[in-house]
T-cell receptor
């Protein structure tokens, strides 16, 4: 079974509007962390935001925020005021358990976001 | 940002030939990783290293080997390339494992085509 599900293979958003990219996850471990990465057409993976399962507040980083709904096991990425440079693939990833090493991180299949001028 | 470079960036090779991809980082990161990226699968871990000469297998390690003789270099070798190994390969490094929110820094990827 997929541990990380991103149900939107492709999305479009008008420039300056907000957009939500969906991510649901599956784990029975009470301790886990959730990451979002951006991959522009140039190929590199860029870290955006992190949410820990015990974090009391939703994570925010500039225009990025994570809508963390623990009971629903969802960790949606919200991008406010979309810019043309936000056009990219976006990956949700999860690390389970108390270990912090990256070898335990599982990536979702990604969502392609296109920002329309 | 961490300085991670991958070489080559693009390679076409024939089935059955050996291929080595190189990852070089200048941040003195202890942990390094090799992933492959395929449509619909996101990134999948091939092998990782937690120090010089210390490596371990990831989710999709069959057909791949790695070596790490120096902190800064992590090599991925396909001993006998197959068409199923056509993919985009990413190297990553991470600073430490003590922090839960430690992110990995990625290279720009190597597009490998096996014909």
């Amino acid at each position: 079974a997929q541990k990380i599900t991103q149900t939107q293979p492709g999305m479009f958003v008008q420039e300056k509007e907000a957009v939500t990219l969906d991510c649901t996850y599956d784990t029975s471990d009470p301790s886990y962390g959730l990451f979002w990465y951006k991959q522009p057409s140039s190929g590199e993976m860029i870290f955006l935001i992190y949410q820990g399962s015990y974090d009391q507040q939703n994570a925010t980083e500039g225009r990025y925020s994570l809508n963390f709904q623990k009971a629903r096991k969802s960790a949606n990425l919200v991008i406010s005021a979309s810019q043309l440079g936000d056009s990219a693939m976006y990956f949700c990833a999860m690390r389970e358990g108390w270990v912090t090493s990256y070898d335990k991180v599982i990536f979702g299949p990604g969502t392609s976001l296109s920002v329309i001028p | 940002d961490a300085g991670i470079t991958q070489s080559p960036r693009h390679k076409v090779t024939e089935t059955g030939t050996p291929v080595t991809l190189r990852c070089h980082q200048t941040e003195n990161h202890r942990y390094m990783y090799w992933y492959r990226q395929d449509p619909g699968h996101g990134l999948r871990l091939i092998h990782y290293s937690y120090g010089v000469k210390d490596t371990d297998k990831g989710e999709v390690s069959d057909g791949y080997s790695v070596s790490r003789s120096k902190t800064e270099d992590f090599l991925l070798t396909l001993e006998s390339a197959t068409s199923s190994q056509t993919s985009v390969y990413f190297c990553a490094s991470a600073r430490d494992r003590e922090l839960k929110n430690t992110e990995a820094f990625f290279g720009q990827g190597t597009r490998l085509t096996v014909v």
